[in-house]
C-alpha cells in the first residue's frame, strides 16, 4: 500500500497531495530569502552610519548630554579665527556686554601676524545717507584701508543695493538725541562695534551731512603719520563753556578740568578703548550735564583732556561754519558749492601737525544738504582729487 502511494504520487497521480508538499517547501524558502535581504540591507545600514559618524562626525546625542565631537571639517580655534572681523555687524549683544568686550584690548604692541591698520569710518545718521554716492567714489579703489559702521534711528531700513560700500553696515542701534547722553551713548555704540575688529587702528565721526575734502590717500597718510588724535578740547570762559559746569562733578571733575569742543572727532585706538571702558565720568556726565549743558560736547573732550592730554591735538579735523550764529552751524546748499568756495575752506585757518605749522587743518567738512550732491559730484575729481 505504501509502496503504491509512492509510485502514485512520482507519477503525479495525486495532485492534492503534491500541491500540498510543494507549498510546504514554498513557505520556508521565501522566509528564508526575506531574512537573507533583512540582513543585507543591516549591514549596509550600519556600514554607512559608520562611514556617517567617520567623516561628519556626531551632531547629537542625547538632549541631556550634549555631544562634545565636534565635525573633523570644523575650522580649528586658530588666531586668525579669533581675530578675523565679524561678517556680520549684527548682534544680539546689549551695550553692557558689547562695551565690555570691547574694551578688552591685547598689553602686547607687537603683532604676531601681518596687520594692515585700517579707518573706521562711523556714521552717526537719523536715516539716509544722502552724500552716499560721494563716499562711495571716495572709497572706491581702497579696499582694505578702511571699514565702515552706520548708527541710525532703530526704525529705519537702510535699502543699500549690495554693491555699495554701505550694504549691511548698519550696527544695533537706539534712539540718540541732540544734546541728551543717548547722543554719547549712540557714539560709544559705534566706537565699540568698530572695536571688534582688530585692524582698525583710527576711529571718525562723521554724519549725514559731511564730506570728504581729500581724497582716502591723503586722508589715510594724514592720520597714520599724526603722533596726535584729533579732538577739540578747550577751556572757554563764559555761558558756553565754564557756564554749563554743575559743581556736583567734584572733585571728580573741577571747573579748571572743564573743556570743550567738536562732536566730531578722529582718535586712535588706545582713546577708543578708553572711551568705551569707562565707567568713572560716565555716570558724573549723565546725571550733571543735562540742556543747556550739551553733553557731547564736553563728555568725551574733558576726560581725555584730564587723562591723556599729551595725546590730544586739541583740534578736529571736520570743518564747520559757526558765523552765521545761532545753536547749529551753516548749512550748504547748492548755490555754496563753488571752487572758490572749497579754496576758501583750505586757507580758513593754520595749526599745527606734529608740532609743526600747516596750512592743511581739515580732511571734512560739514553741514551739506541733499542738494549739495549733484555740484559736490562734478567738482569731486578737480577739488577733491576722487
Known amino acids: 500500500m505504501m509502496q503504491s502511494r509512492v509510485v502514485a504520487l512520482e507519477e503525479g497521480k495525486d495532485p492534492a497531495a503534491a500541491f500540498k508538499s510543494s507549498h510546504a517547501r514554498a513557505l520556508p524558502l521565501r522566509l528564508v530569502q526575506f531574512l537573507v535581504m533583512f540582513v543585507v540591507l543591516g549591514i549596509g545600514v550600519s556600514i554607512l552610519s559608520m562611514h556617517t559618524i ?11 548630554a550634549p555631544s562634545t565631537i565636534r565635525p573633523c571639517f570644523e575650522e580649528p580655534n586658530s588666531l586668525e579665527s ?4 565679524p561678517s556680520n555687524l549684527l548682534h544680539a549683544m546689549n551695550d553692557t556686554e558689547l562695551l565690555w568686550l570691547a574694551s578688552s584690548a591685547p598689553q ?13 569710518f562711523m556714521f552717526l545718521t537719523k536715516g539716509p545717507l544722502p552724500m552716499e554716492p560721494l563716499w562711495e567714489r571716495f572709497f572706491k579703489g581702497h579696499e582694505g584701508l578702511y571699514s565702515i ?3 541710525s534711528l532703530p526704525s529705519y531700513n537702510a535699502n543699500f543695493s549690495p554693491s555699495s560700500v554701505f550694504h549691511k553696515r548698519q550696527i544695533p542701534s537706539q534712539v540718540a538725541e541732540w544734546g541728551e547722553m543717548s547722543m554719547c551713548d549712540a557714539e560709544r555704540r559705534l566706537l565699540a562695534n568698530a572695536l571688534l575688529d582688530i585692524s582698525n587702528e583710527w576711529f571718525v565721526l562723521l554724519s549725514e551731512a559731511c564730506i570728504p575734502l581729500y581724497n582716502l590717500s591723503i586722508v589715510y597718510h594724514y592720520l597714520s603719520r599724526s603722533r596726535y588724535s584729533f579732538m577739540g578740547s578747550f577751556d572757554e570762559i563764559g555761558p558756553y563753556g565754564r557756564g554749563r559746569y554743575d559743581g556736583r562733578m567734584a572733585p571728580l571733575v573741577n571747573l579748571t578740568e572743564w573743556r570743550k569742543g567738536s562732536q566730531w572727532f578722529e582718535i586712535n585706538r ?15 556726565f549723565r546725571d550733571f550735564c543735562k540742556p543747556a549743558c550739551y553733553v557731547d560736547e564736553h563728555y568725551f573732550q574733558t576726560m581725555l583732556s584730564i587723562e591723556t592730554p599729551h595725546l590730544l591735538a586739541n583740534r578736529t579735523l571736520t570743518y564747520v561754519d559757526w558765523s552765521r550764529g545761532g545753536a547749529h552751524p551753516a548749512t550748504f546748499g547748492k548755490a555754496d558749492v563753488t571752487e572758490e568756495f572749497f579754496k576758501k575752506i583750505a586757507g580758513s585757518d593754520t595749526c599745527l601737525y606734529n608740532n609743526q605749522p600747516t596750512s592743511l587743518c581739515f580732511l571734512f ?7 549739495a550732491l549733484e555740484p559736490l559730484l562734478e567738482l569731486a575729481s578737480k577739488v577733491f582729487g576722487f
Open 270 to 284: 588706545k582713546l577708543a578703548v578708553r572711551i568705551v571702558g569707562d565707567t568713572t565720568y560716565y555716570p558724573k
Open 82 to 85: 579669533r581675530i578675523r572681523p
Open 54 to 64: 567617520r567623516f561628519f562626525g556626531v551632531q547629537h546625542v542625547a538632549p541631556t
Open 365 to 371: 567738512a560739514r553741514k551739506f544738504a541733499p542738494s
Open 149 to 151: 559702521y552706520v548708527h
Open 108 to 120: 602686547i604692541n607687537d603683532y604676531p601676524f601681518k596687520r594692515v591698520p585700517k579707518i573706521a
